[in-house]
């Protein structure tokens, strides 16, 4: 059993040349168009109730936020730490043109600059899986992505799905992960998953 046994706030960026240094490939970066329920899956998977600022205004989060994150597997012991990181939602923010075209340059430059990122972690609202912008960041991902980086599609709330919903969906994308950060339906999961990743790395270390 792998659980997320610490996690707590450690600093925010503008941009990626204000972002902390690390000489470790441990950065788990989550990105997701607004209000599609990043802050809640943060929050869900740590357990912190107060870890990511949950907003009902879309946007309001204009810095990348950096999280320390303890891994432990309970039967081996074994620790692991990464930073998980929040990138601002991109999509319909109530900002002025120039503040949004500022984060979506500051945003691209994180994502094709930043070495120490290992998984991008794409959230989708599984009600609305076809949206362009959605569309453009997941081909935007995995043609920046480097050999030894992962991308991860996560769609949430998916308890507002109807069986035959969820399945048409999981039938199309047969390599992404569901979630509910209500229901905390799939959380496990996703840590599973993350902790896989990262414990590949520390062994080729």
Do not use: C
């Not at 607004?34 to 943060?42: A, F």
Request: proline share 3%; glycine share 2%; net charge positive.
């Amino acid at each position: 059993m792998i659980d997320i046994v610490d996690a707590k706030f450690i600093t925010s960026a503008p941009n990626v040349n204000a972002a902390p240094e690390s000489e470790e490939q441990n950065e788990v970066v989550f990105m997701a168009r607004s209000n599609v329920g990043k802050s809640s899956l943060l929050n869900a998977l740590t357990n912190h109730k107060g870890l990511a600022k949950v907003s009902s205004t879309p946007g309001k989060t204009k810095l990348i936020n950096y999280f320390d994150v303890t891994f432990l597997d309970r039967e081996t012991s074994n620790k692991v730490v990464a930073k998980f990181v929040d990138l601002p939602g991109f999509g319909y923010a109530k900002v002025a043109k120039s503040m949004k075209s500022d984060w979506e340059k500051n945003l691209t430059d994180y994502i094709a600059n930043r070495e120490e990122i290992k998984i991008f972690i794409h959230l989708i609202d599984s009600r609305h899986p076809h949206l362009e912008i959605d569309t453009a960041v997941s081909d935007f991902l995995f043609r920046t992505a480097r050999e030894n980086q992962y991308i991860i599609q996560i769609f949430t709330k998916i308890d507002k799905l109807n069986q035959k919903e969820q399945s048409a969906l999981r039938k199309e994308f047969p390599n992404a992960l569901m979630v509910s950060s209500a229901k905390k339906r799939g959380i496990n999961k996703i840590v599973q998953v993350i902790y896989k990743i990262l414990q590949e790395k520390t062994d080729e270390d």
